[in-house]
């Protein structure tokens, strides 16, 4: 039996101590706001106005509750939580949580891929697929060449930081949100008629369990102590991850409500994405969107693929560190693969792209079932001599039910309209 932990001796850290130790978050957030996220936020804002912006709410208390509650588990373990999840519930649920998280990734690798096609096509004009390879070569190259992500992971933050720029510029110039109708979405909740499978992919996009339970592998490279989950600093992690999240695909969906919904413009090819920014750039809009787009899913392709690839290798015993050769090598297949997968569908890129993220749902019934079990285990907290955190509980279990209500009644629709239901 372990020395019991006396939470009330811990120091709560310094400003400065919590800028030094966060980072997860803001590499998640990073992963997250790819192209994907991108389309799908200006999605609901042309098709929806402002009716579902109130989604930003459950996505807040989803994405802490969901990451907090992986960190939780992950420091009284002692383990990530795929490790974890098979030293209590054996290899089998290991393999399925595994397999359910990369098959997420996988589906969110192909909105990458189409999405770095979508923006090159918004610059250039060349079919995007020809501009999908070249942007593939290049990750490659920054998957097996040493130094060459670090340069460009900085340009991309450059590029990532002009995009939102452009959209809280582009608020301003379109005049702002319309108060009045964005108070009255954000106290009335309500499902706007068709807006259900848009929602889901929006939802899962922004708070994902994935996100939290990667989240406690990237806390390996931190060297994150038990002491950080009471001490602030994987709250203040977790709150800096779904803050830049939200203040970007916020942005995006109002400019989307604001700019597209009047005139009955949906997202259907790129060009409808350039226009978003007519307001302030005018005619440049559609290139400086290119880029935006580029950059997102650049970052997001690099990032998402190895994500994908640490959580298959977590599941099935095989080694997750970045430079291990299963992952690496794993990463160019899982590319290649999504690559014949898209250059074989016949539609428009961003319907894609929004097809690969309702897909990305199929993570969370999976592994938040373990993770929610994992937070009720008496065993877990009575080992070191903590308190059951009963909020976190609550939380849990309302995120996972929301969570679970939503794909539940997309499928249901998706199917019911297929057989005529």
Known sequence: MEEKFDQSRIRKASFLEILKRVGPGIILAGVVIGPGNITTSAMMG???????????????????????????????????????????????????????????????????????????????????????????????????????????????????????????????????????????????????????ATSLAYVSTNAAITAGIYGTYLGLEKKWKLEDLFNGIMVADSIAHVVAVILISGAIFLVGAIVLFPTGTGIRAPAQLGELLVPFLGSAAPYVMGIALLAAAFSSLLGNTQRGMVLLAAGIEKPTQLESNFIRWGSLICIAITTVICFAYGGSPTQLIFIANVSTAIATPFGGFYVTRMIFREDINRELGLRAPRVMQILMVISYAFALIMTASSLIRLFGGLFGG
């Open 46 to 196: 042309a098709n929806y106005g402002y009716q579902m912006i109130w989604l930003v709410i459950p996505i807040a208390i989803m994405g802490i509750t969901f990451m907090l509650t992986c960190y939780r588990v992950s420091m009284l373990t002692k383990m990530p939580v795929i490790h974890a999840i098979r030293h209590y519930y054996g290899k089998p649920a290991a393999f399925i949580v595994g397999t359910a998280t990369f098959l997420s990734c996988f589906f969110f690798t192909m909105g990458n891929i189409t999405g770095a096609g979508a923006g090159m096509n918004l610059i250039t004009g060349i079919n995007w697929k020809i501009d999908s390879i070249i942007m593939i070569v290049i990750t490659l190259a920054c998957y097996f060449t040493k130094g060459v992500y670090s340069k460009v992971e900085k340009l991309i933050t450059i590029c990532i930081i002009g995009m939102i720029i452009c959209f809280y510029a582009t608020l301003v110039s379109a005049g702002g949100p319309d108060w009045g109708q964005l108070g009255h979405a954000m106290t009335h909740w309500s499902f706007a008629e068709g807006s259900l």
